[in-house]
């Protein structure tokens, strides 16, 4: 999957990547190679679900779809 995402450089060095499709997804580097590298860890954070703290009604089903 690709996403776009926003790479700038921060005004105390180093940079500072967010994916706008993704609010609150946001990470930093000290090189574009770093912020890069730590944006697709948060993009996994963010994408991975937290199973324990869903609640599903009783006829509810859980299943995956390709993206």
């Known amino acids: 999957m690709n996403i776009r995402v926003v790479l ?39 994408l991975e679900p937290i199973e324990d703290e869903i609640i599903f009604g009783e006829n509810a089903e859980q299943i995956e779809i390709a993206v």
């Open 8 to 46: 700038e450089p921060s005004e105390d060095g180093g940079y500072t990547v967010y994916v706008p499709s993704l609010p609150g997804c946001i990470s930093e580097g000290e090189t574009r190679e770093e912020a890069i590298q730590n944006i697709k860890e948060a993009i996994d954070l963010y």
